[in-house]
């Protein structure tokens, strides 16, 4: 964080990273048949996972699996693991044994499942592992200390602002301790202000992405992918807004910039 202020999770300890990978030969039209087309696998699915795991047949850490179809026939996007170190804590990316140990494990764990799959679920009995991610995801590390922070309770209750570039309406998903903690927002959203990408201290700068100025289980829910492509789309409206009317990022209307994004289709209002 170039010197600036910034923390790590909740007093260090962060959520634990995971590791996608990809599978193919599956016979689609069989599995989904078989198990219905909701992406998040079904009780009897979660069930068969957790006692093959009891029983020692298998290491299945997660039993809530989500598989997606893929872009090509027979393709399988798996997010199955649950990646954890051998002493049972939450895995630090910033801290390199850490992130090996996560590396070797999560590619370990997608074995395991692969494994499983071909020998319980209809449809894929010809599966086999193509990919997994060039390298272990990390859900969180260092948050930025923003003129803003997006609190726990703000995704909760699903708070709007008037500097508002993003909304979401992402549950809390903490991946942390012996269960994941899942918080849904019903028929709501949350929004993330301007000042959120505004470092507290320093000049000329902004950042975007995971890092947001957010507390922990708020992180939880504003670290997911779709929410980040917005933030990029407002903090590069931000810097050449800068260039264009010689500003500072602080010195930006938040207001402004969000009428700004709705021109270019963001449709937050």
């Not at 020998?119 to 010809?126: I, P, S, V, Y």
């Amino acid at each position: 964080m170039a010197g600036l202020p910034s923390f790590i999770g909740d007093h260090g300890n962060v959520q634990n990273p995971t590791m996608i990978f990809r599978l193919m030969g599956v016979d689609s039209n069989t599995f989904w048949n078989t198990y219905g087309p909701n992406s998040i696998m079904n009780m009897q699915i979660s069930q068969m996972i957790a006692e093959s795991h009891a029983n020692g047949s298998y290491y299945l850490p997660r039993s809530k699996v989500f598989l997606f179809p893929g872009t090509h026939p027979g393709e399988v996007l798996c997010n199955c693991t649950r990646v954890i170190g051998k002493d049972g804590r939450e895995l630090n990316p910033l801290i390199n044994k850490d992130f090996t140990e996560a590396e070797t494990e999560g590619r370990r764990q997608a074995r395991e499942y692969e494994r499983f799959f071909r020998d319980h679920l209809k449809g894929f009995e010809h599966a086999h592992i193509i990919d997994t991610g060039v390298q272990v995801g990390v859900r969180q590390t260092r948050q930025g200390v923003g003129t803003s922070m997006l609190k726990n309770d703000d995704v909760v209750k699903g708070a709007k602002f008037n500097d508002g570039i993003a909304r979401s309406a992402w549950p809390i998903e903490l991946h942390s301790g012996s269960k994941p903690k899942v918080e849904w927002l019903f028929n709501d959203y949350y929004e993330v202000p301007y000042g959120c990408f505004v470092p507290e201290q320093g000049e000329n700068l902004l950042f975007a992405g995971r890092c947001l100025s957010a507390e922990h289980e708020a992180v939880a829910s504003a670290r997911v992918t779709a929410q980040c492509f917005s933030y990029g789309h407002a903090v590069g409206h931000a810097a050449a807004l800068c260039i264009k009317e010689k500003l500072t990022p602080r010195n930006i209307d938040g207001e402004s910039l969000r009428e700004i994004l709705n021109k270019d289709n963001a449709r937050l209002d």
